[in-house]
């Protein structure tokens, strides 16, 4: 890391709720680029996840009768390395995006969901040098810059 909180990538399907979190980071001078297809972010931390200050993932749920455009790719598709099972199994498109990013990058989930209900989340804890967990609603836009300052500051990868 370089010290500084200059680049970001958020990762989260909803563009209207993570708005006023852009804004606030950009007004700081911060680069930020929102990808709201997982898909997409999966691809984008595989290519270029060493290019950010902290990656931002949203986590949300899928059951078997849902349908998105966010669904990872069953058995056979273009990422061999995806475990075709979870969407099947309901588990998030987070945690499959979190699969992709490699253990020294500085990750935050951020999500409306109650951390108490994600049941693996304290493997991804001891998987990455830096990881962290917030809620929305404990984490209001308009403090988010200070949030991740203070967040990599903690953990030893930030001003």
Not at 118 to 136: N, P, Q, V
């Amino acid at each position: 890391m370089n010290g500084q909180l200059n680049n970001v990538l958020m990762i989260d399907d909803e563009r209207q709720c993570v708005e006023y979190y852009l804004i606030n980071l950009r007004s700081k001078g911060v680069s930020v680029r929102l990808i709201t297809d997982f898909q997409k972010g999966r691809g984008q931390v595989q290519a270029h996840s060493r290019e950010y200050d902290v990656i931002v993932v949203d986590l949300i749920e899928f059951t078997r009768t849902e349908k998105s455009t966010n669904q990872a790719p069953r058995g056979g598709g273009a990422d061999e390395t995806a475990d075709p099972g979870y969407t099947e199994r309901g588990l998030a498109m987070g945690r499959w995006v979190l699969d992709a990013i490699p253990p020294e990058c500085p990750v935050l989930v951020l999500t409306n969901r109650d951390p108490g209900e994600i049941e693996w989340i304290d493997e991804y804890s001891t998987r990455f040098a830096t990881f962290g967990l917030a809620t929305k609603s404990d984490c209001p836009a308009y403090e988010f810059y200070d949030f991740l300052r203070n967040f990599l500051s903690e953990n030893g990868d930030g001003p």
